[in-house]
């Protein structure tokens, strides 16, 4: 039975050619998911303040991904006034229940909050430092460029690769590459490497990571559950037929998930450091 939406009932369903495609795709990316998901960073957080080491970088790759759903929804609806039909309408229903749910999800008592705020509130309740990054986000709201920010703070240099390499996907303006970073370096590896992290830290130290387990119980449900699958949509309706955009998508998401390992390299040079 196809999945479907529990706030809205759309089933985002492939067709067999298309779920052939994806199935390609995804024994393509096998290498890489498995190195992924034997990565010595999981091992290696053995308490608080390895965790605090590790959000203050992964915040970054938290934000940039707001930022590769909305550069989607740029391109597959209308943001413009006066509004005008844009695209498929599939496709903007797709693009649109992701954002409803990352951008306007709720907190453990209801309220209305994205989830890169909710992962800044985590951050926060754990002892996290969260001064770069309310930096990084000031410089942005008076104008600065993410290139901009990214040089003159003191970001990791992994991190600030990982960035970088999400804004050059961006910028290359071409929907297809962008839903395949977002799919497949990051909707679709996203609940198995939380999975990795959750562990037991949460019953070790008890009311200090409330928001950071649920933070991560309300990505793998909705990873996993609705917003992997229609993005996989996102990718068919979008390449369709076009063999040479499908081999862009794989080239994308090896990319993407090469760029991952680097990250992950580098939060574990830190904690090693510190």
């Known amino acids: 039975m196809p999945l479907t939406s529990e706030k809205t009932g759309y089933s985002p369903s492939l067709s067999p050619i298309y779920q052939e495609r994806i199935n390609w795709l995804q024994q393509e990316l096998r290498p890489h998911r498995e190195a992924l998901m034997q990565h010595p960073l999981y091992e290696s957080i053995y308490d608080l303040a390895d965790l605090r080491v590790f959000m203050e970088s992964h915040i970054f790759a938290v934000w940039d991904f707001m930022s590769l759903l909305k550069s989607l929804q740029r391109h597959l609806t209308c943001v413009d006034v006066p509004w005008t039909p844009h695209g498929s309408p599939s496709n903007r229903r797709l693009i649109n229940e992701i954002v409803l749910e990352e951008e306007t999800d709720v907190d453990p008592e209801g309220n209305p909050i994205s989830h890169f705020e909710l992962y800044v509130r985590a951050m926060e309740e754990c002892g ?26 003191p970001v990791p240099g992994n991190t600030r690769d990982f960035v970088k390499h999400t804004f050059q996907i961006i910028q290359s303006g071409q929907p297809h590459r962008i839903a395949a970073a977002f799919t497949f370096g990051r909707e679709d590896v996203i609940p198995d490497m939380f999975r990795c992290l959750i562990g ?7 009311g200090t990571l409330d928001t950071f387990q649920y933070y991560m119980d309300r990505h793998i449900q909705l990873d996993d559950e609705i917003h992997s699958p229609l993005a996989m949509k996102m990718v068919s309706e979008l390449c369709g ?23 992950w390299d580098g939060i574990l040079a830190k904690i090693k450091r510190h």
């Open 128 to 153: 996290a430092d969260t001064r770069l990054i309310h930096e990084f986000m000031a410089g942005l709201h008076q104008g600065k460029s993410v290139f901009t920010q990214l040089e003159n703070l």
């Open 200 to 206: 037991d830290l949460n019953r070790r130290y008890p």
């Open 241 to 263: 037929d076009d063999e040479h955009k499908w081999e862009e998508c794989r080239e994308e998401a090896v990319a993407c998930q090469r760029m991952r390992l680097h990250l």
